[in-house]
C-alpha cells in the first residue's frame, strides 16, 4: 500500500527515444541547444557570445546538424541568416525538447533538496498507527517542506523494493543481514499469543506455545517477517502451526481471532481491545527486533539522509508497547 504526501501529479512514463550510436537522439543532442542560441536571434555572433564559444566553432556546430539531418536549418544572406522552412519547424522541436530538458532539471534538482526534496519511506503496517506517524510529525515540524512517499508492505517486498532504488529507507523486522545493506537497530518487541475471549487459556497470564499446538492459527502470509518469526517460534515448540486464515495486516488478524477463528503471534497492539487476551509466550526468543535499513551501495538523497538521522535519534522515544 503505498501512500503519496503530496498533491503533486505522479509523472506518466516518457516515450523513449532509440539511443544506439546511430540514432538521431545520441547523433543531435549534442547540438540542439547550440542550433536553438543561433536560431533564436538568428546571429552566430550574438549566439556564440551568449554561450561562450568561439565563433567558428559554432558555425561548424550548426554546420554539422545541417549534414547530420540533410536538410538546410539556416539561409545565409550575405552577413545575416534567415531560419528556412525546415529551420522554424526544428526550431519548435527543439525549444521543446530543451524545455523539458529544463523541467526535467529542475525536478531532479527539488528531489534532492535537503530541505524539500522527497523521501519514499516503506514500513510495516504494524508501525502505520503510532511509530511512523509520530516520527513523521516530529521530522515535519523541523523540516515542513520535505514530502513523503509512504510504503506500507512486508519485509521481502520492501528489501526489494530498496535495493532497486524506488525506497529510500525501510522500517522492518527482523533486521536483515546482507552486505549491500545498512540496518540500524531500533528497538525490539516481545511478541504475545493472542486468543479470544472465551478461549480455554483467556485466564492464564503466560502460555507455553506447545499448548496451542492443536489450535488452528490465523497469521500474516508468506513473506512477512513476522510469518518467519512465527513459523520458528512453532519449529521450536515442536509443531508446526496449522493456518487457516492468512492476512496483511495484523489489526485484521486481531478481528478473526476475537471471532473464534484461530489464535496468532502478533506484537502488542497499539490500542488494547475487549475481544481479545494478549498472553505473553515463555519463550525467550519470542520477540522481533526493528531495524532501520537503507542501501549500503547506493547513496541516499539530502532528504533522505535528514530523515534517516531524525529517527535514529528517536529510536529510544519509540511506542512499541513492549
Do not use: N
Not at 511509530?131 to 520492501?158: H, N
Not at 504475545?192 to 475471549?197: D, I
Amino acid at each position: 500500500m503505498t501512500y503519496e504526501a503530496s498533491s503533486e501529479p505522479v509523472p506518466l512514463p516518457a516515450e523513449q527515444a532509440e539511443l544506439s550510436p546511430t540514432s538521431p537522439a545520441s547523433r543531435l543532442s549534442p547540438l540542439l541547444a547550440q542550433f536553438a542560441a543561433v536560431a533564436r536571434g538568428e546571429h552566430v555572433t550574438r549566439a556564440a557570445a551568449e554561450l561562450g564559444m568561439p565563433q567558428p566553432t559554432l558555425s561548424r556546430a550548426v554546420a554539422r546538424l545541417e549534414a547530420e539531418l540533410g536538410v538546410v536549418l539556416l539561409a545565409r544572406e550575405g552577413r545575416t541568416i534567415r531560419l528556412t522552412r525546415a529551420g522554424r519547424i526544428f526550431l519548435a522541436s527543439t525549444e521543446r525538447a530543451l524545455a523539458e530538458l529544463e523541467r526535467g532539471a529542475d525536478a531532479a534538482r527539488a528531489e534532492a533538496d535537503p530541505t524539500g526534496g522527497r523521501v519514499a519511506f516503506g514500513f510495516l503496517h504494524t508501525m502505520g498507527t503510532e511509530a511512523v506517524p509520530m516520527l513523521l510529525r516530529g521530522f515535519r515540524a523541523q523540516l515542513p517542506r520535505v514530502r513523503f512517499q509512504l510504503v506500507q508492505s512486508y519485509t521481502d517486498e520492501m528489501l526489494a523494493r530498496l535495493r532497486e532504488g524506488e525506497l529510500d529507507l525501510c522500517l522492518l523486522s527482523p533486521r536483515p543481514d546482507a552486505p549491500d545493506l545498512t540496518a540500524r537497530r531500533m528497538g525490539e518487541q516481545r511478541l504475545r499469543l493472542v486468543v479470544s475471549v472465551d478461549h480455554r487459556l483467556a485466564g492464564r497470564r503466560r502460555v507455553r506455545l506447545e499448548e496451542v499446538a492443536e489450535d488452528p492459527f490465523v497469521g500474516l502470509e508468506p513473506g512477512y517477517g513476522l510469518r518467519r518469526i512465527t513459523d520458528a517460534l512453532c519449529a521450536q515448540a515442536g509443531f508446526t502451526p496449522r493456518i487457516s486464515f492468512e492476512g496483511e495486516e495484523a489489526e485484521t488478524l486481531r478481528g478473526l481471532v476475537a471471532a473464534g477463528l484461530g489464535v496468532a503471534v502478533l506484537p502488542p497492539a497499539s490500542v488494547p481491545r475487549r475481544d481479545v487476551v494478549e498472553l505473553a509466550i515463555t519463550s525467550p526468543t519470542a520477540r522481533r527486533e526493528l531495524a532501520l535499513v537503507w542501501s549500503s551501495v547506493r547513496p541516499l538523497p539530502p532528504p533522505a539522509v535528514a530523515f534517516r538521522d531524525y529517527v535514529l535519534s528517536e529510536k529510544d522515544r519509540l511506542p512499541l508497547h513492549s
